[in-house]
């Protein structure tokens, strides 16, 4: 399985960004895809993760209600939107993929490089 990210940049507070996550080597219809990500000083967490299928979708509860996962199958791409941007949303994003759901389980087997995302005040 080969991930690559990008879509990260530079964004003021209260912008959005979306960041994408191009999927191959696999039939990803039972896949667990998600977004992490990793500030400077801090440990990995998770942002969102879904099943491919789209029936399941979790998100951190720093981001309810601001970011969306999603995925386009055509494509093969998942797809992180994320709006009303915060300093504190400044990290490192990286998507994973793993070859089944199970929720509430974030051990993920597939990583894509990271894409930054640096949110100004």
């Known amino acids: 399985v080969q991930l690559q990210a990008s879509g990260g940049g530079l964004v003021q507070a209260g912008g959005s960004l979306r960041l994408s996550c191009a999927a191959s080597?696999?039939?990803?219809?039972?896949?667990?895809v998600g977004w992490f990500r990793q500030a400077p000083g801090k440990e990995r967490e998770i942002v969102a993760t879904?099943?491919?299928?789209?029936?399941?979708?979790i998100y951190a509860d720093s981001v309810k209600g601001r970011f969306t996962i999603s995925r386009d199958n055509a494509k093969v791409t998942v797809y992180l939107q994320m709006n009303s941007l915060k300093p504190e949303d400044t990290a490192v994003y990286y998507c994973a993929a793993r070859s089944y759901w199970r929720s509430g389980d974030y051990r993920y087997d597939y990583w894509g490089q990271g894409t930054q995302v640096t949110v100004s005040s």
């Open positions: 879904m099943h491919w299928s789209g029936g399941s979708t």
């Open positions: 080597g696999r039939t990803f219809s039972t896949y667990a």
